[in-house]
């Protein structure tokens, strides 16, 4: 079994780190940045299309 991960960066801050997608909400949900406490819908705070996409699969 393969361990996916979700790179997140806030567009506030630019914190970069990693989260475990099963342990994430759905894309269109809010989420806050651990660091400065921003607020966006999460898919805003993926890298990429790449991660975004990811996600989506476990959701």
């Known amino acids: 079994m393969v361990e996916a991960f979700i790179r997140l960066l ?3 801050c630019s914190k970069n780190w ?6 994430l909400t759905d894309h269109r949900r809010n989420y ?3 660091s400065c406490h921003a607020t ?3 898919a805003e705070f ?10 989506k699969q476990f959701h």
Request: hydrophobic residues 15%.
């Open 46 to 55: 993926m890298r990429t299309e790449r991660d975004l996409e990811t996600l």
């Open 10 to 12: 806030c567009p506030e």
């Open 40 to 42: 966006r819908r999460l």
């Open 18 to 23: 990693e989260e475990n997608p099963t342990e």
């Open 32 to 34: 806050s940045c651990p």
